[in-house]
């Protein structure tokens, strides 16, 4: 969970009242936050990943004032027109998408401005993908002078924040720390850029905004940039740092920005308050108690919800727009229960209908686990869900999509590991000269009108003079201690070369492959070692040895 640091000094600003340490652990513990430690003034917490909002002072803050103060929902902002403007000009194909908001009225102190970084640095952790889908960018907007262009360039020079000399991108991508750790996500040639009317840089997003726009205590106006390459992500990035924003001032104003794009014209940011209906009757099913009317409209204000419309049997309630994890009616009965309080919910203790144990696929890949990890590899966990483009790059074309996905990066299932396992090499080898990665997990395999779900196991290594021989290694290490006898079939496979891949047979019957990764897939994921992976099917191995 990311772990916040705040001022308690800066909280009780916000939430109009002083508040103990006694209860404030309470109260955290009822946002599912966890104290950490009191340190003086400073407040240590961990936030749930569900409560993005909580990622920093304000959020908290407004939490804590509507719970113990107001009680009353949440005021809702007025989003203004504005002559702003963000054009897209030879935009970095890579990352298409750019936004734009404006931000006016605020009153900033040092520790506002540091928690507004802290908040931009935990979304692009959590949320962002540590800034390869989405990343932030926020800039003084008295400096900046509009229309605003987002542009590939292939060389430029600027300040990059916190820096007093001027550098070419290319030093700011082997100089800067932030240069060095993120270049990984841009290409070279096509570096993506912010640049106002008169040519001052704003941003190399995702690496670093520039100095010329730095927010200060003296600043009142902000811009907000996000670029990305997944747009509702980012509108929900968006109204995640609005509504932190508007917490730092008495008449804070939001405007939109109007975002030029070819032919197509965005605006930006969709700071829209969504309505949910609650049925009581559910909500009576779901926590076991009933609750009046009044009283259910009670606990959704002060957990800072407004509700518009209300009858006998249910309510439609207004969610604000920096609520991004409150998507569906269980998460509004999730929030009476907080503020009902989870302890005083009633319990029953529900008699075991049969006896449990460990399925055997599980003790098997626990087993696989424990000898990959003695052959020294080191283990990833990666989702199920994949972007397709990565699958189609690499030649894949037989998978599952889904049917209403979220985000494009997670829009269908994987039939392999393979192509998981090679993000991964990719994203460690940033970090290390050379890496030797496995990963079990579950895959979904389509054959004519059977679609059916598969343990695998897949392992890569690449580093300077990787050969299929190292791979056959590890296979045959593995096969040895599990005692299964075991032949090699050459064969073809568009992510291989051609002549070092092959088939792993077992009793004559196929349970995976070994190969030598092609240099074309390779320089397409941006590997520059070669690599050799092998995956087998733990599942029907299993069926084979029992």
């Not at 401005?113 to 889908?133: M, N, P, T, V, W």
């Not at 840089?201 to 009142?220: C, K, Q, W």
């Not at 064969?491 to 009793?507: A, H, K, P, Y």
Request: proline share 4%.
């Amino acid at each position: 969970m990311p772990t916040v640091e705040v001022s308690l000094s800066d909280i009780e600003r916000i939430a109009k009242k002083r508040i103990g340490y006694e209860e404030l652990s309470v109260i955290l513990s009822k946002l599912k936050c966890e104290v950490v430690e009191f340190r003086g003034d400073k407040l240590i917490y961990e936030a749930s990943y569900d409560r993005p909002d909580l990622f920093s002072a304000e959020g908290l803050g407004r939490a804590l004032r509507t719970l113990l103060v107001t009680k009353d929902g949440f005021k809702v902002v007025d989003v203004k027109n504005s002559d702003v403007e963000v054009i897209t000009l030879n935009k970095p194909s890579y990352r298409p998408y750019v936004l734009g908001a404006v931000v006016k009225g605020l009153s900033l102190d040092d520790e506002a401005i540091a928690q507004l970084f802290q908040l931009q640095e935990k979304l692009h952790f959590s949320y962002c993908g540590d800034r390869a889908l989405v990343a932030v960018g926020i800039h003084d907007l008295s400096k900046v002078k509009p229309p605003i262009y987002y542009k590939a360039v292939n060389e430029y020079t600027f300040k990059p924040l916190g820096y007093d000399s001027v550098m070419s991108i290319s030093e700011v991508l082997s100089t800067v720390d932030k240069g060095s750790k993120y270049r990984h996500l841009v290409k070279e040639g096509e570096y993506p850029l912010l640049l106002d009317y008169e040519g001052t840089v704003l941003s190399m997003p995702p690496i670093i905004n520039s100095e010329y726009t730095r927010v200060t205590p003296m600043t009142r106006d902000i811009f907000i940039d996000i670029t990305g390459t997944e747009l509702n992500l980012m509108f929900r990035i968006m109204n995640l740092v609005i509504g932190a924003l508007i917490e730092r001032g008495d008449n804070v104003e939001v405007f939109s920005v109007k975002v030029l794009d070819g032919s197509t014209t965005l605006l930006s940011p969709q700071y829209y308050v969504r309505t949910i209906e609650l049925w009581l009757s559910n909500l009576r099913r779901l926590l076991g108690i009933d609750l009046t009317l009044n009283e259910v409209i009670n606990h959704l204000k002060s957990t800072g919800f407004n509700v518009r419309e209300s009858t006998e049997e249910s309510l439609l309630v207004e969610v604000p727009p920096y609520r991004i994890d409150v998507m569906h009616e269980v998460d509004l009965i999730e929030e009476v229960a907080i503020s009902y309080g989870y302890g005083e919910l009633p319990t029953e203790i529900i008699p075991p209908t049969h006896s449990g144990g460990i399925h055997p696929i599980e003790k098997f890949s626990k087993n696989i686990k424990d000898i990959m990890i003695g052959l020294n590899y080191s283990e990833v966990v990666n989702f199920m869900l994949v972007d397709p483009d990565v699958l189609n790059a690499l030649g894949i074309s037989n998978y599952v999509s889904i049917e209403n996905p979220k985000m494009k990066a997670y829009s269908v299932i994987r039939g392999s590991l393979i192509p998981s396992i090679l993000q991964s090499v990719k994203v460690n080898l940033a970090y290390s000269k050379g890496v030797r990665l496995f990963e079990v997990g579950d895959v979904v395999e389509v054959g004519g009108d059977v679609i059916k779900s598969v343990r695998k196991v897949v392992a890569a290594i690449s580093s300077e003079g990787v050969t299929l021989t190292d791979i056959l290694i590890t296979i045959k290490s593995l096969m040895n201690v599990l005692g299964v006898s075991y032949s090699l079939r050459p064969c073809e496979n568009v992510v291989m070369i051609n002549g070092r891949c092959g088939e792993v047979l077992v009793n004559g019957s196929r349970v995976g492959m070994v190969g030598e990764v092609h240099p074309k897939i390779l320089n397409y994921l941006g590997i520059n070692l070669p690599t050799a992976v092998m995956e087998l099917d733990l599942s029907k191995l299993l069926h084979l040895i029992l």
